[in-house]
């Protein structure tokens, strides 16, 4: 097991009684804190204009708007998965001269190994809602992440770098109705960049039943593999604690 169980676990006398429950257990799981530099920003329409005339940009905010996860077995490693993360970020920064509010669309992809057993048995529920990830013997796997850090924005004359070429971006409907505005996806004279700090749990877990006493949350002990951050930007990201409070609420008192 990945995860620490934190509290009293050694007290026999917090345990009241044992249950039987159906849930879904976790395999695996990484706690992931991210440093993604120049990220390019897809600004909006209205937006562009302020870009163009702008001598910098500084950031104001960054949204999680929403992750899409995806699993797929790893060939000839039986019971190892591949997580795929796609990242969708509402950008907000403020213009100099001018100080107008811009904002713009930036999209993070990540992938995680993470172990998730074998199955062979297929689940299948009355549920509409329910995720079909078992009944393809494939475990599910989810993902907690806290809206990023915004650590810098750069902005970049196209015509005086030289800029990576990268692929126009696939931007889901239900992503381009957030904005309420077109995002431009063509070159333009000057582009933005963003650096952001994103703190996310990925776990891959599957149905079963257990007959268990109840201590405390669970939390991951291992991070995930990833590049190293040195330009100073990351490097104030990297002396920030991982906001274990953010994803495992307090209890109520009284």
Not at 23 to 33: G, L, P, Q
Not at 135 to 149: E, N, R
Not at 156 to 182: K, S
Not at 204 to 224: F, H, N, S
Request: aromatic share 8%.
């Amino acid at each position: 097991m990945a995860d620490n169980t934190t509290g009293a676990a050694e007290d026999k006398s917090c345990i009241r009684e044992a249950v039987c429950i159906h849930t879904r257990k976790i395999f695996d799981a990484c706690r992931s804190k991210d440093c993604i530099e120049d990220l390019r920003v897809w600004p909006t329409a209205s937006s562009q204009q302020y870009i163009d005339s702008a001598l910098s940009v500084r950031p104001k905010s960054a949204e999680l708007l929403y992750a899409d996860v995806n699993v797929e077995a790893i060939t000839f490693n039986n019971g190892w998965y591949a997580v795929d993360v796609t990242y969708y970020y509402r950008i907000t920064g403020e213009t100099s001269p001018g100080g107008n509010t811009v904002t713009g669309l930036a999209i993070f992809t990540k992938r995680v190994m993470l172990c998730g057993g074998i199955g062979t048995a297929k689940t299948f529920s009355s549920d509409p809602m329910s995720i079909a990830g078992e009944a393809d013997g494939l475990p599910i796997a989810s993902v907690d992440a806290v809206d990023p850090i915004a650590l810098h924005l750069k902005l970049v004359d196209t015509a005086r770098c030289v800029c990576p070429e990268g692929n126009q971006p696939d931007i889901p409907a239900y992503i381009l109705n957030r904005f309420g505005d077109a995002i431009v996806t063509a070159d333009t004279p000057k582009r933005l960049y963003v650096t952001l700090g994103q703190f996310s749990i990925v776990r891959l877990e599957r149905d079963t039943q257990l007959l268990i006493p109840a201590y405390d949350y669970c939390i991951p002990d291992k991070d995930c593999p990833g590049g190293s951050c040195q330009d100073d930007p990351c490097s104030i990201f990297s002396q920030i604690s991982f906001p274990t409070d953010e994803f495992f609420p307090a209890e109520c008192l009284g």
